[in-house]
């Protein structure tokens, strides 16, 4: 142990990097202050290497350095306090020591460890005497005060390494700032960019000198200012830590990109908010890749659409024996013709329908409504389906009042229960229930199948995922129900899941918002785009949202509301009198301030 | 009976006319365009005129305008549609027309829509 804590004492004493540097006034005034004090001919400030005590500061006639083994210093380093001995003849330890009998001819020796902030005594304070000293308790106290200053000098030493390895640190990260692909940018409180890397002066294609000073506003797109504006505001009033946004910047060309950026707060010293560190990413390829993919599926879609309905309908009339009676065979051919392209019909559908859901642009229009409703229209479709299959359909409902758009919910429990019943075996029964669940409804649709596999309880809600792909020609499907299912679920702030156990049935679950739970929130502008703003940022805080267009429309609506959402200020008094109204500034970020609304509604 | 059936798409015109003179026993007169259905209603006047609303150049509703003083008031005009949501029919019926039916059809049971739509019992 001994061994190892010297080993780690040497480092100590290494990282001061002192040995054998110049003499330097700081020290050189302390060995003379001490001299003077205790009125010594001999003074020393020293640090004790491995094999060599090496003297920093020194009073008289002494070489630069001792070997260890012959100083008395070495016994002073061993224990924190100071190491006296007032009269070396009367000390068997050193009456015979070579220091003692020869030159300098030490009797009167008082020594003190000099510690680093580590607490490792990497050298001494010593004053030394040629003839005997009485050293009472006050010179001790004055011995330990002068070894405090020096080994404040010691420490100083030790920090202007760390400031040399700050600055080696500094410019790697320096390094890294001026070569990374990413552009990175430090902006001041007042929006002006402080700094600029080469990666993001290369994107902008204006200098970094040109850049410095220049409003952030000046090389964003001006209709990404609205979005852009509040988040920067929040982030560098301290309000929020960071924030990731896709916006768009243009270039003294007018030409622009779209980057995604990343933004992070610099706080100085004290805490408070210095500046903002952004990151941005070049993401126009991917932006125009998900243009392309998007158009491509959309226009693929509807240009399928007219050739399938023209090649149905040709089948059709010719396997209703219409141009005339076919023969047996031709006759199974056509139905094998029309069937397949009847399931392309499907296809193209659904993914136009899945492609709309994703990308919001279904009018989700929700209203109160009861379950039987929603009960009644789903059996009227799926019922013919169940009974071809010979399974039973059975129904349960509490007394309660939805928010949902029947037609979509409807689309989504048909999609469910179909999806049930393929899985049936005949004589089976397929039960679906409504039931309240705290401040949610609950919609169940249990089967009595081979059930579900535990590794795919998740996956078959992506697209083109059953569990079997012999599935798909079986059964039918066409691989998109259930993710048509969950787009028209997320578009209601519900949850949707799957349990089972492989071999006893399956059981889906959807969790949808109830009318008047004390959850829902009113939503009124007379602008439908702003309404539609609005309403999304509620759902996506997670809480259902009805939108009117009047406050007529709301008042003849009633109760059931937490509270209105109004960014319009027109007809407020009307509205109050229905719930508390919550007011959005339109120059807001509308987003953040809804959570924050919400937030405060909250607590 | 005679029916002029108007819509730029040949092959939907194959596909209805097949279905409505087999299945429904209507005489059906074909046009591809506003032109060409003027050009045929002014021959002999049909007993009823389905109209498709998407048509390049004069779509359904400018081709009713320009047919109307041609075939008179009684004569209904049912519009073929593939957007019939409630406002769309409800725009369309305020253009004077007798029904609407949604696109796309089947060729089947197209021939008792159009009974449906003009009150004639099917045969």
Not at chain 1, 176 to 192: H, K, P, Y
Not at chain 1, 406 to 414: G, S
Not at chain 1, 442 to 454: C, F, K, N, T, Y
Not at chain 1, 515 to 534: C, F, K, N, P
Request: charged share 25%; hydrophobic share 45%.
């Amino acid at each position: 142990v001994r061994y190892v804590l010297e080993l780690d004492r040497l480092a100590a004493l290494r990282s001061l990097d002192i040995l054998d540097t110049p003499p330097e006034e700081r020290f050189d005034r302390i060995a003379r202050l001490a001299a003077a004090l205790f009125d010594v001919p001999i003074t020393l400030v020293s640090l004790m290497a491995e094999e060599r005590q090496w003297h920093k500061a020194c009073v008289g006639p002494l070489e630069a350095e001792t070997p260890r083994a012959l100083t008395f210093c070495q016994y002073t380093i061993e224990t924190p306090q100071p190491l006296i001995i007032p009269d070396t003849h009367l000390d068997e330890r050193f009456v015979t020591h070579p220091m003692v009998i020869g030159e300098p001819h030490i009797r009167f020796y008082a020594g003190h460890p000099l510690s680093t902030v580590d607490g490792y005594r990497v050298g001494t304070l010593c004053v030394i005497d040629t003839r005997p000293r009485d050293f009472g308790p006050e010179q001790v106290a004055l011995l330990h005060d002068l070894s405090r200053i020096a080994e404040d000098e010691l420490n100083h030493t030790e920090l202007s390494q760390a400031l040399a390895a700050w600055r080696t640190s500094e410019q790697r990260f320096r390094a890294v700032f001026q070569d990374t692909a990413i552009g990175m940018t430090l902006v001041d409180r007042d929006g002006l960019f402080v700094e600029v890397n080469p990666a993001f002066s290369a994107m902008i294609g204006i200098s970094d000198d040109d850049l410095r000073g220049l409003p952030v506003m000046a090389v964003t797109h001006p209709g990404d200012h609205d979005q852009a504006r509040p988040r920067m505001a929040a982030l560098i009033a301290g309000e929020i830590d960071g924030y990731r946004q896709e916006r768009r910047y243009v270039r003294p060309d007018g030409s622009m990109f779209w980057g995604a950026i990343t933004a992070s707060l610099l706080r100085d010293a004290e805490g408070l908010p210095d500046l903002a560190i952004g990151m941005v990413e070049d993401i126009s390829d991917r932006k125009e890749m998900e243009r392309i993919k998007d158009e491509l599926v959309s226009v693929v879609g509807h240009e399928l659409r007219t050739p399938l309905t023209s090649i149905r309908g040709s089948l059709g009339l010719l396997e209703a024996g219409v141009a005339g009676e076919l023969p047996g065979e031709a006759a199974k051919m056509v139905r094998i013709a029309r069937e397949n392209t009847e399931r392309l019909v499907r296809l193209v559908n659904e993914t136009l329908d899945l492609e709309r859901l994703q990308h919001g642009r279904v009018d989700v229009d929700p209203r109160p409504v009861a379950p039987s409703e929603l009960l009644d229209a789903t059996a009227k479709v799926v019922q013919p389906f169940a009974d071809e299959q010979g399974v039973e359909l059975t129904w349960a409902a509490d007394d309660l009042e939805l928010l949902v758009d029947p037609d979509r919910i409807v689309q989504a429990l048909v999609n469910l229960i179909a999806n049930a019943v393929k899985f049936s075996p005949a004589a089976s029964c397929v039960h679906t229930s409504i039931e309240r669940d705290g401040e949610r409804a609950l919609v169940s649709v249990v089967d009595a199948g081979r059930g579900i596999p535990p590794d795919q309880l998740e996956a078959i809600f992506e697209r083109f995922r059953q569990v079997d792909a012999s599935d798909r020609r079986e059964k039918g499907g066409t691989g998109l129900g259930l993710a048509i299912v969950r787009a028209i679920v997320e578009q209601h702030a519900g949850r949707i899941w799957a349990e089972s156990e492989p071999g006893k049935g399956a059981t889906f679950r959807i969790t949808l918002p109830l009318h008047g739970a004390g959850t829902t929130i009113a939503v009124y502008d007379r602008r439908r785009q702003r309404r539609e703003e609005l309403t999304r940022a509620v759902r996506r805080h997670g809480r259902p949202a009805i939108a009117f267009d009047s406050p007529e429309a709301l008042v003849a609506a009633g109760g059931g509301f937490v509270a209105v959402l109004v960014a319009g200020a027109s007809g407020l008094d009307e509205i109050a009198a229905v719930a508390p109204v919550l007011e959005v500034d339109a120059a807001e970020d509308l987003e953040t301030r809804v959570d924050e609304l919400l937030e405060g509604l909250e607590r | 009976m005679r029916l002029l059936l108007i819509d730029d798409e040949p092959d939907i015109r194959a596909i209805a006319t097949l279905a409505l003179e087999r299945i429904g026993g209507w005489t059906v007169v074909g046009a591809g365009s506003a032109d060409e259905a003027l050009a045929a209603a002014s021959g002999e006047t049909p007993d009823i005129v389905l109209l498709d609303v998407m048509m390049p150049g004069l779509d359904g509703p400018a081709t009713l305008e320009r047919l109307r003083p041609v075939l008179g008031v009684q004569v209904p005009v049912v519009f073929l549609t593939a957007k019939a949501q409630p406002g769309d029919v409800e725009r369309l019926m305020a253009l004077g027309a007798a029904g609407v039916i949604a696109k796309p059809f089947d060729p089947l049971r197209l021939s008792s829509e159009v009974d449906a739509v003009i009150g004639r019992s099917s045969r």
